[in-house]
C-alpha cells in the first residue's frame, strides 16, 4: 500500500495481537498489500477501521468473529481466528464451549467441523500430532436438575415475565417433544455449563444467529443479551464486524432489528 493512514497503522497493531507477533503482522500486512484492491480493503477497513475500534475488546471481538466462522462453516478463517482469540485471551476452554453453544443453534455437523479445527489448533500450540487436552465432558445430571437449570436459565434470558416458573414450564411443554428437546437438552444440558458466562453465551448466540438470518430466534436473543449484560454498544458493534465476515445485508438486518429491540425496552410500560 503506498500511503500509509491511521486505519492502516491501527491494521498492524490488530495484526500484531492476532497473529502473535510483530513480524508476523508485518508479513501478514505485506501480503494483503500485494492482492489489489481486495486485500488492500481488508487490512484498510477489516483490521484497520473495524477490528481497530475500542467500543469492543480484542477478545469480544474475537469471540464475535469465531462464531461467525462456526455458523458460515469457513474453517480456514476459523483456524486463523481461533488461533487469534487465544492470543486474545480467549481461553481454550471457551472456545471449545462456544463450538458447544453454537452447535444447538446451527445444528451438530457445524460442531462437527469446528471441534476437527480446534483439536488440530490446540494440538500444533501443544506441539503434538493430537490434541491432548481433552474439551470438558457433560456433567451428569437427573432429570428433576436438568429440567430446574434450563427454568433458571430461561428466567435469566427472557427477564421479568408475568408468568410463575410452573407456567413458563408449561408454555414450552405445550410444543411437545420440541419442547421438551428446548427445555432440558439447550437450557439445561447446554446453556447451564459453566464453562461460559450467560453473558458470553448470549454474545455467542447472537452473534451466530445474525450470521445465519434466523431474525425470529435474533429477536428474542437480542433482548436476551441485554437481560444477560451485553451491552446495546456491544451489540451494535456485533453487528459492525459482521459486515466484515457476513456483508453488509446481513448486518444491516442485524443492526436494524437490534435497534427495534432496544426502542421496545425504551417504551413507557
Known sequence: MSQSSPHDERALDVLSTLMGSAQAARDLSGSLGSRGAHGQLGHHWGFGAIWGRTELSRRDRSLAVISFQIAHERNTELRFHINGGLNHGLSIEEIDET?????????????????????????????????????????????????????????????????????????????????????????????????????????????????????????????????????????????ITLALYGGFPLAIDGLRLARQVFERADAPA
Not at 494440538?123 to 428433576?144: I, N, Q, S, V
Not at 439445561?188 to 454474545?203: E, K, M, N
Open 99 to 239: 463450538i458447544v453453544q453454537i452447535s444447538t443453534y446451527g445444528g451438530a455437523a457445524l460442531g462437527v467441523a469446528a471441534m476437527n479445527v480446534m483439536s488440530a489448533v490446540v494440538a500444533g500450540r501443544e506441539g503434538t500430532d493430537t490434541r491432548h487436552t481433552p474439551p470438558a465432558p457433560l456433567e451428569p445430571k437427573d432429570p428433576a436438575k436438568r429440567r430446574a437449570d434450563g427454568l433458571d436459565v430461561l428466567g435469566t434470558l427472557l427477564g421479568h415475565l408475568p408468568l410463575s416458573r410452573e407456567q413458563l414450564e408449561a408454555s414450552i411443554l405445550a410444543e411437545g417433544f420440541m419442547g421438551e428437546l428446548v427445555l432440558d437438552w439447550a437450557f439445561g444440558d447446554v446453556w447451564s455449563r459453566p464453562q461460559l458466562s450467560r453473558r458470553d453465551r448470549s454474545f455467542v448466540v447472537i452473534s451466530a444467529l445474525a450470521a445465519l438470518s434466523h431474525q425470529h430466534e435474533l429477536e428474542i436473543h437480542l433482548q436476551g443479551a441485554l437481560n444477560h449484560g451485553v451491552t446495546r454498544t456491544e451489540i451494535e458493534e456485533i453487528m
